[in-house]
């Protein structure tokens, strides 16, 4: 049930890396949540790394592997500095437990690191260790942050595993176990109870043998909404450097709006299509419980940013509420004679791309069956290449690549039942000189995505967001 016009109980609050970046930053957020406490709401912080740790992390851990450890040590090295300072300035002495538990923190990654290097192998475990210590070295700041407020709040920070937080093996990608919700309530309610503010590393879990595994990308959302379903928060509030989502990436489209309230459905259909304000699978762990997700702007705390419910408030004017794009994707073409009226070779794609966990954003299948399309991450294209080479059933299968592809995705809950919509889509890409690759809707229509040249996508994105109105600001009714 739905907790929207009711006074918070208790809220989990995640905060991005641009409002963990330094000293100020940390401080301001820290006062965001003091704040919360000081009307009597109980609060859990999430938060993730300093922006740009982890990918400084993935580049250490691949300087290791490759044997310039010269070169991990200094990055290594740089990375003490920044967050001795950070501590410094929100006032800790140079003896001070933060300060100790630092060090410490920075003494364990040398020496993964220079695991790797000694065995110039990375493997996705080992990977797992080493990013995570992005968030492990950014919450014991946070804390820190917080029993400096003005009020002085009590704080305690902790890993995602130490939070209860317990997942698959799937390093890189790992996913929350059913058990997790009970060792979460067992872990953080005595201290939320004892007036303690818990802080989680975010992006970060532990396998129920203690290793190390992250979520993914963006995975700090997702340890958010994990804890806030299991302790039935009033709601989980995403603090980001945004207003809220946006209609487009503003970077590409300057009219772009935020909008104000959407349904769990859009949003992970945005967040899949290249929208980077959420994981894609942050709001999956609020949908049954009905727990509202308020996307907020550190930067103007008043504005209400968006609104994330079951409810899509579908809008007759606007029936596609905003419109996305992944950059740098490829189409793998799949045909040959062995394919053609072959009901099976499909699923033998799939399990193939399966078997090397390569996520397929988009899939047609010609009507004569000769050919089947598949869209992925260019990134992947190696792997997929390399897991579609080999014969499937004694058929050797023809691929050709189409590299340098984008996927531009129109999502609102307004366009079931409404017509005209594709036909729009279709027009405002004609206008432009755009042509179409490929065309996908889900049975939800939630969704039309296409792909196209990556070369268009910035001018494609503009002209499908003008001729939606999306110019002007889409408002919940």
């Known amino acids: 049930m739905s907790q929207i016009n009711q006074a918070p109980q208790l809220l989990v609050m995640k905060f991005g890396g641009t409002n963990m970046q330094d000293a ?30 982890t990918n400084g992390l993935l580049g250490i851990a691949e300087a ?15 990375l003490r500095t920044r967050h001795f300072t950070a501590a410094q300035l929100l006032g800790a002495a140079p003896d001070a437990p933060t300060v100790r538990e630092l060090r410490e923190l920075l003494e364990t990654l040398r020496q993964a690191v220079y695991g790797v290097y000694l065995l110039r192998e990375l493997t996705p475990r080992s990977r797992d ?26 704080a305690h920070h902790l890993t995602g595993g130490q939070a209860g937080i317990v997942t698959d093996n799937q390093f890189g990608n790992a996913r929350p ?31 129920e043998k203690g290793a190390i595994t992250t979520l993914g990308r963006g995975g700090t959302d997702f340890s958010a909404t994990i804890v806030g379903a299991a302790l039935h928060a009033s709601e989980v509030w995403a603090w980001k450097d945004v207003d809220g989502v946006m209609s487009a990436d503003p970077r590409s489209v300057p009219g772009a709006q935020n909008i104000a ?3 769990y459905g859009e949003v992970m259909e945005l967040a899949y299509f290249g929208a980077k304000v959420l994981h894609p699978l942050a709001v999956t762990p ?3 419980a009905g727990i509202p997700l308020r996307v907020k702007s550190a930067a103007d705390p008043e504005f209400p940013g968006t609104l994330v419910t079951t409810d899509p408030h579908t809008d007759s004017v606007h029936p596609v509420k905003a419109v996305t794009a992944i950059k740098g994707v490829s189409i793998i073409n799949v045909s040959g004679a062995g394919i053609l009226g072959v009901p099976d070779v499909v699923a033998d794609l799939f399990a193939a791309l399966a078997r090397e966990n390569i996520t397929l954003l988009m899939v047609s299948q010609s009507s004569s069956m000769s050919n089947v399309s598949l869209v992925i991450l260019s990134s992947d294209e190696e792997r ?18 189409q590299p340098e592809v984008a996927v531009l995705a129109i999502v609102g809950a307004g366009m079931r039942g409404t017509k005209g919509v594709s036909a729009k889509l279709f027009s405002a890409l004609a206008a432009a000189d755009i042509n179409i690759l490929m065309i996908s809707q889900g049975s939800s229509e939630l969704n039309i995505s296409l792909a196209i040249e990556g070369q268009d996508v910035a001018l494609a994105t503009r002209s499908v967001h003008s ?9 919940a009714n």
């Open 384 to 401: 997929t290449l390399a897991a579609l080479g080999r014969p499937m059933g004694g058929r050797q299968l023809r691929l050709d690549v």
């Open 177 to 207: 176990l059913p058990s997790t919700a009970a060792r979460i309530r067992d872990r953080l309610t005595g201290l939320l109870d004892a007036g303690v503010t818990p802080v989680i590393a975010g992006f970060m879990g532990e396998t």
């Open 261 to 263: 309230q959407l349904s």
């Open 24 to 53: 100020d930053a940390i401080r301001h957020s820290a006062s965001l949540v003091a704040r919360s406490l000081n009307e009597g709401v109980k609060v859990v912080v999430v938060v993730s790394a300093m922006s740009g740790v």
């Open 129 to 154: 260790l080493i990013v995570a210590f992005g968030e492990r070295l950014s919450a014991p700041l946070m804390a820190l942050a917080l029993t400096l407020t003005e009020s002085g709040q009590r």
């Open 467 to 475: 001729a939606f109105g999306l110019d002007a600001p889409v408002t």
């Open 64 to 78: 290791a592997e490759k044997g310039d450890i010269a070169l991990a040590n200094d990055q290594i090295a740089a």
């Open 286 to 288: 609020l949908q049954d």
